[in-house]
């Protein structure tokens, strides 16, 4: 286990970046202007509508209509541990058309289903120095369940999955490790089954709602560590490495701005270079995933779990919908409330229910000078994503809705979404944009 050392000193420095506002909560933003297409790139089914007209909207108005079904994503491989097998797409993503966001670090195998890892996690105290790690936040925190965008995975047994389970280690700010679990419905010898993990270590870009990934690693380390704390893993065999199963040696990037804007401690731990860079910084990833096998019993977290807290945007960002070009920005300001709940009952079957709402002020403004200047009358825009799903140890199912939405002179623009996730049922996606 690779030794850490991180001063208590304040983990982030004042930034100036470029994040978008339809980003909320922890996902590969994604700039859709109007003459996009969103078909898959490889998988998942669409069907794409674009057309102009006097619909309301105004007469240059442009819409375009996204549908995934939950094709099989190219790319399904297949990973072991002693004589059980699982096929699956290592990587995570934000729909289901084949398009990679995290890959895949994690893998359990045996007593696994997602609401035991949470237990066994949410079991721990905060104490990881025999493993190298400070008692320093956030790697002297607890596990709790957190707040993140809804992501997928694929694996042949039950298919596509949503992530019903996000837990966090740390708060939403300054930084956090975040962790999702994706049921397979895949068995494991002896009554068990596979699940499969995503983890990375992230920061909070300041005057935004949105996170920038810092390492896959470091979160991947941690959560063996924790793994092994909880006294769970088969004493025989604990865990074991996969092969390189997805991008290698990096997989991403940290913008130049927010990698310049941390302390040289943090990027020690992350293992990035030192000093000031001039270029975007590769998040390193050895392709591998760890395999954890899981035999005792955690002790039930059952109970009622809600947490809820404002953030507040004050950013310059490029405009983030229906973008006009590289010159084309937007001041935006104003608070969006973020509340969850989640409950767990005495037959281990856990519930959620994630809001995210908020009304935006977005000003254009000229980037050619500096400070950059108003550029246009400020309009108004409102976010508001729900959340919800269910999961026990014979299925789950996830719902996640998203709507931005900017009526400004002219019309309105938007980009509404819809993902359905069901192990008993069909699966789909479905992506609205309007541009003027």
Known sequence: MKTIRITRAP?????????????????????????????????GAAQS?????????????????????????????????????????????????????????????????????????????????????????????????????????YSAGEGWQASVIQLQLGTYSPVRVHLRLFRTGVAFRNGGTWTVGGAHFEVLIPGTADHQVLSWELAQQLVVADLIRSGLLDPATPYEMTGVINEAPSF???????????????????????????????IASDGRA????????????????????????????????????????????????????????????????????GQLTITPVDVTVNPPAPAGPSYQAEIGDVQHGTIDSQASWDLSESKRIAPQQGGTEFLMTRLRVDSNGPDSYRAQTRCL
């Not at 100036?16 to 980003?23: D, L, M, Q, T, Y």
């Open 290 to 357: 760890t395999i954890l096998h899981m035999t005792g019993e955690p002790a039930p977290q059952t109970g009622d779990f809600s947490e809820s807290f404002t953030l507040n945007y004050n950013q310059v960002i490029p405009k983030p919908i229906c973008s006009g070009g590289p010159l084309d920005w937007v001041q935006v300001s104003g608070p969006v409330q973020l509340s969850s709940v989640e409950a767990v009952d005495a037959s281990g079957r856990y519930q959620y229910h994630t809001q995210i709402a």
């Open 49 to 153: 509508l674009a057309a102009g007209g006097r619909d309301g909207t105004g007469a240059n108005a442009s819409r375009l209509v996204s549908t995934q079904s939950g094709d099989t994503p190219a790319g399904v491989l297949a990973v072991s541990l002693g004589t059980e097998t699982l096929n699956l797409w290592p990587y995570t993503a934000e729909s289901m058309d084949g398009n990679p966001s995290d890959p895949v670090n994690l893998i359990f195998a045996g007593n696994a289903d997602p609401v035991r890892i949470r237990a066994a996690l949410l079991n721990l105290d905060g104490d990881r120095t025999a493993f190298g790690f400070p008692p320093a936040y956030p790697f002297n925190a607890k596990w709790s369940d957190g707040i993140g965008g809804v992501h997928t995975n």
């Open 11 to 43: 983990l982030l420095r004042t930034l100036s970046v470029a994040a978008a506002f339809i980003a909320v909560g922890c996902s590969q933003d994604a700039s859709v202007p109007g003459s996009a297409t969103l078909a898959p790139k490889h998988g």
């Open 252 to 282: 991403r990037t940290i913008p130049e701005v927010i990698y310049n804007g941390l302390p040289e401690e943090l990027k020690v731990a992350i293992g990035g270079p030192a000093g000031t860079v001039s270029a975007p910084v590769p």
